[in-house]
């Protein structure tokens, strides 16, 4: 006897078309994003659509639950997005069945990028409501992420010189060569017409154009160098001493570099210890609920200067501070320590980095705490103790994995936007994107 098997009718019509709704199973997290889009305060991105006259655009609702759905699902490609578009259901449902091209779908994206970067505190607020904000623990990381540049697009300020000096004599060389084919092209019977643009004319051009831009990128280092000076020089005058000289007199590091294709992005080495051109992406979360209460991307490599910053946005964004602050030993001086204390919390970061079976297997001290402990000491002592280590163990099951989530789980390796601005917007919007994820999962409807 044969196997019978389900009847299996592909072209057949249906008498009624679906809804593309009743395709979907009842808990699918598409009817969560709809529902955040109508909930959400789209404003910003209303407001800037004047004209009354031409074809009328895409509704702007519609456009964000496409993105924050194809975020979701790890997609971020304009192309791409436009093909789930026709192929994937629930991006029917989002759209109501239209199909804006990839053209359109990008050119949206990058028009509101600030107002898609402003939907990430809109995420904080939410989850606040939703009491998924406890902020007992606050953990803190940063992970650096590679720019839509090359390193090897880069250039040292030693370099530069060089070139600059180098295209000089270049152009004074292709300049008199140039004069010379005039010359002799004139002494001809029948000149060329229309004149040649071509032989040491267009060399002439396209050296003088490569000089502008070596120099353009010289007075961009050397505007670097003096403003760092100038912090330097304001450092000093606070401490109530003098500065020996003039910020402008200064002038880069021959190392100094500059990328050709993203100057704002820097050399950084990531956490395998290879050296990429990127950014420094941050994150403050609770290490409770993994919400992410306050997020930055900046092109300074080191973490440490980031912490203040990242604890005031925390207060801006939630209006309170946490009990304790966890990080890294990257996050470590003891201004950092004093300013978390001055503001009533308790700071755990090890002074040191110290690998996580030692730190595990290091004996809790026992008896008073000694009188005569530095900082750095008292912080040691701290986190060896029982109580510490349990405490400090958190930022391990909170914080980091966010960034494997967002990095491997959503396929962001790189910040496809150009310039520290739109880089910074991009990957607030991935931390929106986060958190939305986190208020699904919990089963928590947009407040």
């Known amino acids: 006897m044969k196997t019978k098997f389900r009847d299996h009718q592909p072209d057949d019509r249906m008498l009624l078309p679906p809804s593309f709704a009743d395709l979907l199973p009842k808990e699918h997290e598409v009817f969560f994003v709809r529902e955040t889009v109508l909930k959400a305060d789209l404003s910003q991105i209303y407001g800037s659509y004047t004209a009354t006259k031409g074809q009328p655009p895409y509704q702007p609702s519609m456009m964000v639950a496409l993105l924050l759905y194809a975020y979701i699902r790890g997609v971020r490609s304009a192309r791409k997005i436009e093909r789930m578009l026709w192929e994937d259901i629930p991006m029917r449902y989002l759209s109501g069945n239209q199909q804006p091209d990839f053209w359109t779908i990008a050119y949206f994206r990058k028009r509101h990028l600030d107002a898609l970067a402003e939907f990430f505190a809109q995420t904080v607020v939410a989850a606040q409501r939703a009491q998924l904000v406890k902020l007992d ?41 140039a004069v010379a084919e005039d010359e002799a092209e004139a002494r001809t019977e029948h000149p060329k017409d229309p004149p040649d643009k071509g032989g040491k004319a267009k060399e002439l051009a396209i050296a003088e154009e490569r000089l502008e831009t070596v120099r353009e990128a010289k007075q961009e280092l050397e505007r670097r160098a003096v403003e760092r ?22 002038k880069p590091k021959a190392k100094d570099q500059i990328n050709f294709t993203d100057a704002e992005s820097r050399v950084m080495k990531d956490g395998q210890g290879t050296f990429i ?7 403050a979360v609770d290490a409770e609920t993994q919400i992410i209460v306050a997020a930055d991307l900046t092109n300074v490599a080191p973490d440490v200067g980031h912490l203040p910053d990242l604890i005031d946005q925390v207060r801006r964004n939630i209006g309170r501070l ?31 980095r110290i690998s996580h079976m030692q730190w595990r297997t290091t004996k809790a001290p026992k008896g008073r705490i000694p009188k005569n402990l530095s900082t750095k000491q008292r912080m040691i002592r701290k986190l060896h103790t029982k109580r510490g280590k349990e405490l400090y163990k958190r930022r391990e099951t909170s914080v980091e994995p966010i960034f494997g989530q967002i990095k491997w789980n959503r396929n962001l390796r790189q910040i496809s936007f150009r310039g520290l601005a739109n880089a910074k917007a991009s990957w607030l919007f991935e931390c929106a994107v986060h958190n939305l994820i986190k208020m699904y999962k919990a089963g928590i409807a947009w407040a």
Do not use: F, W
């Open 137 to 177: 623990d606050l953990a803190v990381d940063g992970t650096k992420l590679r720019a839509n540049a090359s390193k090897h697009r880069a250039m040292s300020y030693g370099r530069l010189e060089q070139e600059e000096k180098r295209l000089q004599e270049v152009i004074a060389e292709d300049l008199k060569a």
């Open 229 to 250: 000076e100038e912090k330097r020089q304001a450092a000093v005058r606070a401490r109530g001493a003098t500065p020996r000289h003039s910020a402008t007199d200064v």
């Open 322 to 352: 946490p009990k304790r602050v966890l990080a890294d030993a990257g996050y470590y001086s003891e201004a950092n320590v004093k300013d978390i204390e001055r503001q009533r919390c308790e700071p755990l970061i090890p002074p040191e």
């Open 277 to 283: 051109q990127g950014y420094n992406a941050q994150a």
